[in-house]
């Protein structure tokens, strides 16, 4: 069986794919999956699918939407009523780890960080791009969300961006400019209050010679920082615009750990 929640929810066993139109079956599967291989309290269930007032009704219809997820999990993976197990005061999804695309992510992810930081670039950015391939669109992009699914979520797109990150780095470890370039300006349209992407460009056209472009790169930083968040520039990226200023080579930003929860810029 394979659970994939990095884009829209999806799971996949030998008799076929998991298929319900019921937003609330989806949701209690996403929070059971990512809570594996711990168990999810009742209490838990009810408030992520009725954050403000739930119904009178609650535990009743926590209970059928467990029953319906163990029908549709024994119809496509065929063993339903072990999978999905009743604990005390809640149920717990009893799955291999590898069988979630989120757990192999952060793996690969891990690993990533550590071929880096072992000095293997390309090393780190092949497993950068296969750990980034898993996704196929917004993380829980078609699960309702409540305040453990929405949290969560935010989580891992702010994993993404790490991840993205280290890759980056890595191919500038490699001196890859004329590709990374143009993928870091296409990053800031994206991510443009992600302080490392500004921070990678500005390095990368250095390096390539393109000391005007690089200064002028700074400046869009800096009125981004005070149009947006009305804050100056910080210390490391001043630094830097000192070292494109004095002609100086720039080295490598300092990395910052993928699996932390990156601060926007």
Known sequence: MEISLLGPLRVE????????TSTKIRQVLALLALESPSAVDVDRITEELWPQRPPKSALGTVQTYV??????LTAHVGSGSK???????????????????VRRFERAVREG????????????S??????LAMWRGAALADVRQGPAL?????????????ALELRVQADLEQEHLPEVIP???????????????????????????RRADALVAYQHTCRVLNEELGLDPSDELRRLHHLVLTGAPSGAPRRTSALEHPVPL
Do not use: S
């Open 13 to 20: 066993g030998p008799h076929g794919e998991f298929g319900t």
């Open 67 to 72: 029953y319906h997820v163990r029908k549709h």
């Open 83 to 101: 999978l999905l197990a009743t604990v005390r005061h809640g149920y717990l999804l009893d799955i291999d780890p590898e069988c979630l695309d």
């Open 113 to 124: 960080r550590a071929a880096l930081d072992a000095g293997r670039a390309a090393d780190a």
């Open 126 to 131: 092949a497993r950068m791009d296969r750990a």
């Open 150 to 162: 929405d949290a969560e979520a935010a989580r891992l797109e702010g994993l993404r961006e790490a």
């Open 183 to 209: 993928e870091l300006q296409a990053l800031i349209r994206r991510y443009p209050l992600r302080e490392r992407f500004h921070h990678q460009l500005v390095t990368a056209l250095n390096r390539a010679g």
